[in-house]
T-cell receptor, first 117, second 114 residues
Framework: DTGVSQDPRHKITKRGQNVTFRCDPISEHNRLYWYRQTLGQGPEFLTYFQNEAQLEKSRLLSDRFSAERPKGSFSTLEIQRTEQGDSAMYLC???????????????FGPGTRLTVT | AQKVTQAQTEISVVEKEDVTLDCVYETRDTTYYLFWYKQPPSGELVFLIRRNSFDEQNEISGRYSWNFQKSTSSFNFTITASQVVDSAVYFCALTSGGSYIPTFGRGTSLIVHP
């Protein structure tokens, strides 16, 4: 397996436009996470899926953001009516549920860098 | 609430020096996990180590070593004989209380000069 992949790697959009990002996790991983990272900060949790179910969403995830994981495979993150404050790196990670809740390491993709002009 | 503090924003060393990256955590839970991740310039975070709250044994992996001390709520990371390839941002992270969601510190940028 080639690891977690994300597409596109870079996206420049004008304020008010909609954007969609895709994440392909490691194939046998049942958990998938989305994070946002801004310069000089650690990743901030946005949402996560176990299989196809979206189990938790951060308060950071406004109603302009929506995520899906149809069939429990790849996931998409859509941002509607983008704002300049949405400019960030969007990271996807996956993990395999283990016997130790919270103890699984996550495997990260290379991220999608979004610039809103 | 849980919190991770990495007080060192940036560390600059010359190759072959030893360097320690500090991580202090806060949680009210007795069961928790601590992690270190490396983020090279390419941007992809790479898992380095996991430690659970019941295992205070220090660990060494090649030039990397980790010192977990519950008494001071710290989980520090030492790189011995640093190399230019160690240049990256290093993040400490915490999950606790059975949550799958890690809280990351702000990261420490390590620059190793040749």
């Amino acid at each position: 397996d080639t690891g977690v992949s994300q597409d596109p790697r870079h996206k420049i959009t004008k304020r008010g436009q909609n954007v969609t990002f895709r994440c392909d996790p490691i194939s046998e991983h049942n958990r998938l996470y989305w994070y946002r990272q801004t310069l000089g900060q650690g990743p901030e949790f946005l949402t996560y899926f176990q299989n196809e179910a979206q189990l938790e969403k951060s308060r950071l995830l406004s109603d302009r953001f929506s995520a899906e994981r149809p069939k429990g495979s790849f996931s998409t993150l859509e941002i509607q009516r983008t704002e300049q404050g949405d400019s960030a790196m969007y990271l996807c990670a996956s993990s395999l549920a283990g016997v130790r809740p919270g103890g699984e390491e996550q495997y990260f993709g290379p991220g999608t860098r979004l610039t809103v002009t | 609430a849980q919190k991770v503090t990495q007080a060192q924003t940036e560390i600059s060393v010359v190759e072959k020096e030893d360097v320690t990256l500090d991580c202090v955590y806060e949680t009210r839970d007795t069961t928790y996990y601590l992690f270190w991740y490396k983020q090279p310039p390419s941007g992809e975070l790479v898992f380095l180590i996991r430690r659970n709250s019941f295992d205070e044994q220090n660990e060494i992996s090649g030039r990397y070593s980790w010192n977990f001390q519950k008494s001071t709520s710290s989980f520090n990371f030492t790189i011995t004989a640093s190399q230019v390839v160690d240049s990256a941002v290093y993040f400490c992270a915490l999950t606790s209380g059975g949550s799958y969601i890690p809280t990351f510190g702000r990261g420490t940028s390590l620059i190793v000069h040749p």
